[in-house]
């Protein structure tokens, strides 16, 4: 029986010849050859340098998917949005007018907004109570939930 087998440190697959206790990496590491370790099995030797490029394969995707997952996501988009919405509510006067354009520019960018598009925007604006102003904008009715942790801001009259 043959099988696949990965080098602990540098990460390759081997195959290797499953009667064999241990097997060394081209790396120099010696591979332990554990049968709950291998990752494939034959026992058709030419069938062998497939499965390690199978297995080889499958770790550097794992590994593409790991990184990519690892990378800080990047949101150039939103961030766009939360930077537009901070330009235009910081001219709109006075803390409560500011909010209050605040709450209207991000219903007109996303829809609906999130806590988190929220405390960004207000964040922007220099605002710290970001949930005390989401709150008074609720009670104001000047804001409200339509889906449970996304506000919008309510369409004004014209
Ligand atoms: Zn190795």
Redesign the pocket.
């Known amino acids: 029986m043959y099988g696949v087998v990965v ?6 697959a ?1 195959g290797v010849d499953l009667s064999q206790k241990a097997t060394a ?5 010696e ?1 332990h050859v554990v049968p709950a370790r291998v990752r494939a099995r034959t026992s058709i030797p030419r069938e062998l340098p497939g499965l390690v490029g199978e297995v080889n394969a499958e770790i550097a995707g794992g590994l593409a998917a790991y990184r990519d997952a690892a990378r800080p996501r990047k949101r150039p988009r939103s961030r766009n949005v939360h930077a537009r919405v901070v330009a235009s509510a910081v001219r709109a006067g006075d803390r409560m007018h500011r909010i209050r354009a605040a709450a209207e520019g991000l219903t007109r960018e996303l829809d609906v907004f999130s806590l988190d598009d929220w405390r960004e925007v207000l964040g922007g604006l220099g605002l710290v109570e970001a949930e005390e102003a989401l709150q008074e904008l609720l009670k104001g009715n000047v804001v409200y939930e339509p889906r449970p942790g996304f506000f919008r801001a309510v369409p004004a009259i014209p």
């Not at 080098?7 to 390759?12: E, F, Q, T």
């Not at 990496?25 to 590491?29: A, I, L, Y």
């Open positions: 080098c602990p440190r540098c990460r390759k081997k990496c081209p790396c120099g590491f591979i």
